[in-house]
């Protein structure tokens, strides 16, 4: 951690709640390497909110794929199994956030309005690995892009001050992840065709192979023949794979 980051860290520890915040959204700005969320951002979170353990992730929604994950403390099988067999959103906390778009919270108390009975692993799991509660939020990206997400387990306040809180302070997260999402190591290029890459951009945004022939002016077989070239160069057997490669490659734009 730079000597900068350990100083500004410690002033907010010692100062009121406006100073952290304001603490915090200058090290959301100030990110300039992929250690810097977890070691600028992070440590200033936990004395805004304090939590037992975080996650946090940007994806695709459209079809759902994780582009980038920072992890700190929460089990794997809710890291990991984000996404099910189905392609279906495993997690009730982050289907009820996508519906609602409004911080959500989480606990045994109100488990009935969100828990379907194909969600009784992921309910058996938050039991086993204690976790008590979950607030969460996160930013979507209207125009098809990438989406984040923030999950803290074991929040002393679920209420309506907590919930103010994210408010304020997830637009912020929001931009220092996207950073961090930047800043990875990015792969040389895939040779894609010019039309492939067209095919692909509109995968990314979730459209089907009928409506992609619609907007290329070609027929649904001839898409179905592109995304199968891709998928072969990028070496993934799911459209929800090619979609998180070509965005970590750059091959699309977010």
């Known amino acids: 951690m730079r000597a900068g980051s350990r100083w500004r860290i410690l002033i907010a520890m010692n100062s009121p709640i406006d100073h952290r915040i304001l603490a915090l959204f200058s090290a959301c700005q100030g990110i300039d390497t992929r250690a810097g969320f977890l070691d600028d951002v992070y440590p200033l979170l936990q004395q805004i909110l304090p939590h037992e ?88 990206d209207l125009h098809g892009g ?40 990015r792969a040389q290029d895939v040779e894609l065709s010019y039309r492939e890459r067209e095919v692909l951009q509109l995968v990314c945004v979730g459209k089907t192979n009928e409506a992609i022939g619609t907007i290329l002016g070609i027929s649904p077989w001839t898409v179905k023949v592109h995304v199968r070239n891709f998928m072969a160069k990028l070496n993934v057997s799911t459209r929800g794979h090619a979609a998180a490669l070509a965005m970590k490659n750059g091959l699309v734009t977010i």
């Open 53 to 140: 353990r975080f996650v946090c992730g940007i994806a695709t929604v459209a079809p759902v794929a994780v582009l980038d994950v920072v992890d700190a403390g929460f089990p794997d099988v809710f890291v990991d199994g984000i996404v099910d067999g189905r392609g279906r959103i495993a997690s009730p906390v982050i289907r009820h956030w996508l519906m609602h778009d409004a911080p959500v919270y989480f606990d045994d108390a109100v488990c009935d309005a969100f828990v379907e009975p194909e969600d009784d692993a992921w309910l058996a799991a938050f039991r086993r690995h204690g976790m008590r509660n979950l607030l969460a939020h996160g930013v979507k």
């Open 146 to 185: 990438a989406t984040s997400y923030f999950c803290f387990a074991g929040v002393p306040d679920g209420g309506e001050a907590g919930t103010r809180l994210l408010q304020l302070i997830v637009p912020h997260l929001h931009a220092a992840l996207r950073t961090h999402y930047r800043l990875k190591d």
